[in-house]
């Protein structure tokens, strides 16, 4: 599987550990899929950076 986090949304910086991380909330179920590789890509992949959220606040 192709890891694309580094240029996702979701992928976020925690300070306190000083690591990054997923933020995407996910069930038992959706965990279990993700985490056997069983996907071909990430389907919570969105392309971005914290500027992209930037604007969209504004």
Not at 25 to 46: I, N, Q, W
Request: aromatic fraction near 14%; include cysteine; glycine fraction near 6%.
């Amino acid at each position: 599987m192709d890891s694309q986090c580094e240029c996702c949304v979701n992928y976020e910086y925690d300070g306190e550990l000083d690591e990054y991380f997923c933020g995407v909330c996910l069930d038992m179920d959706e965990a279990a899929v993700f985490m056997h590789g069983k996907t071909k890509s990430c389907p919570f992949y969105r392309p971005g950076d914290e500027y992209t959220i930037v604007r969209k606040q504004n």
